[in-house]
């Protein structure tokens, strides 16, 4: 049996008995979104000199529809609620702590975040210097730094995976209704409260993560295929009740920030989808090419989410301000032109992945390190304080300089110096010895 410290960097307990299904869902999610925001960032410029942008996609009418259908974010949540738990119980099973998890899990997304955050003030800065208006740097560092609120639900939910789950195995369903419950709630206050509705980055993402676990369990394989089928169909018309009497939007994209009710009721049908799909999406995830594609892009799938749109953002500005025709946002012109932009992000984000998606790939032999308790902890809170921050006041260039240590303070406190470092640290301390 192999001790975890031989693990090379494609194994561990979070890359044993994967679900290539669920893989190849994660995949096209992914893919999904990085042709949503292509279809979405539109920046302005206009006859004074200022820099706007243009949400291209929630200015068509036609489009709410169908953005019930390519909203993927709660399926995310749901294979990452099937992934979490199989891997909390995989710790468990092997003697792992609850620090341990959060551990792993923080270094998971920290490592890739800080080099992203690094790289945004480091570029956004020398803008500056070089005299790029401060009304541009600041739309760019909102605009391109939106992927991180994906990171605080994300984190928020997977770290409270090793309660969630103590909770599940008691009771699933009052676990799930509970965590709907505190949703309902807080839509309730926040016309009242609105800085209340920021609590349900957390509520909204357990309840959905929740799903996950009851579909890793098998709740709802077990389900016939008109069972499936009907489930779906009733969870869109309780969605279409609620939206069509006025309780809440029927775009899904304003409904996303931030997050209500809808998200938990959307995910029941996609959930439903998915198993329906199973029989396709299995056989599909074995053929040969596929499966490689998805071990490759599943071990830099977070580095390439989070660098996508800041990349996107920076090639839309360089264009925009390029000696070169800017197709207005929503003509002809510019629907042709979004199949060259998805090409081109795509080029991008390869030598990009090359670079950074390393810092993933480190993080999977993490199990052996006895993590403390406190140490963990104070990780969380460290990390939490900038993403407040945010969720309260904005994004801006200071803030993603103060979240870059804050995220670094994090990853030292949690002992997650790479291991080529350490190495050489102690072969150095063995020199040194020797002497």
Not at 150 to 172: D, E, G, K, T
């Amino acid at each position: 049996m192999r001790s975890a410290g031989s693990r090379g960097s494609g194994s561990g307990p979070d890359t044993e008995n994967r679900d290539p299904a669920i893989d190849l869902v994660r995949f096209i999610c992914l893919a999904l979104v990085l042709v949503g925001h292509a279809l979405m960032v539109s920046p302005v410029l206009h006859p004074d000199g200022t820099v706007t942008t243009e949400n291209t996609l929630a200015e068509q009418d036609w489009f709410e529809p169908i953005i019930w259908v390519f909203m993927v974010m709660p399926l995310f949540f749901v294979t990452g609620g099937v992934t979490g738990l199989q891997s909390w119980r995989r710790l468990r099973a092997g003697g792992g702590t609850a620090a341990q998890f959060v551990r792993a899990r923080l270094l998971r997304l920290l490592r890739p975040a800080t080099a992203l955050l690094a790289s945004m003030v480091t570029g956004l800065s020398v803008a500056a210097v070089l005299g790029v208006d401060q009304q541009v740097v600041q739309l760019m560092a909102a605009g391109a730094a939106m992927p991180l609120w994906f990171l605080a639900a994300y984190l928020a939910a997977q770290l409270n995976i090793p309660v969630l789950a103590a909770l599940h195995s008691r009771a699933p369903w009052l676990a799930l209704g509970l965590l709907t419950g505190l949703v309902v709630a807080v839509d309730c206050l926040r016309g009242a409260l609105p800085g209340l509705a920021n609590a349900n980055l957390v509520f909204v993402w357990c309840a959905v993560q929740q799903l996950g676990f009851l579909a890793a369990d098998g709740y709802f394989s077990r389900l016939s295929r008109s069972g499936l089928l009907g489930l779906a169909v009733a969870a869109h018309l309780l969605l279409g009740l609620v939206t069509g009497l006025g309780l809440y939007r029927g775009n899904m994209l304003v409904n996303l920030n931030p997050p209500n009710l809808t998200l938990v009721i959307l995910a029941v049908p996609q959930l439903a989808v998915m198993e329906l799909a199973r029989p396709v999406l299995a056989p599909l995830a074995g053929v040969p090419w596929i499966g490689r594609l998805l071990m490759l892009a599943g071990a830099r799938s977070l580095t390439v989410y989070l660098w996508h749109l800041p990349l996107l953002v920076a090639m839309s500005g360089l264009l925009l301000l390029a000696p070169i025709p800017d197709p207005g946002s929503g003509t002809a012109a510019w629907w042709w032109s979004r199949p060259l932009v998805v090409l081109a992000l795509v080029l991008l984000l390869l030598p990009v992945a090359a670079a950074f998606g390393h810092l993933e790939e480190r993080t999977t032999a993490m199990h052996a390190f006895r993590c403390r308790p406190a140490a963990a902890w104070a990780a969380v809170v460290v990390v939490f304080i900038p993403v407040a921050d945010a969720a309260l006041n904005g994004l801006s260039l200071g803030l993603l300089a103060a979240g870059t240590v804050c995220f670094f303070v994090a990853t030292l406190l949690l002992g997650g110096v790479p291991p080529s470092v350490g190495r050489k640290r102690g072969r150095r301390g063995i020199a040194s010895g020797v002497k």
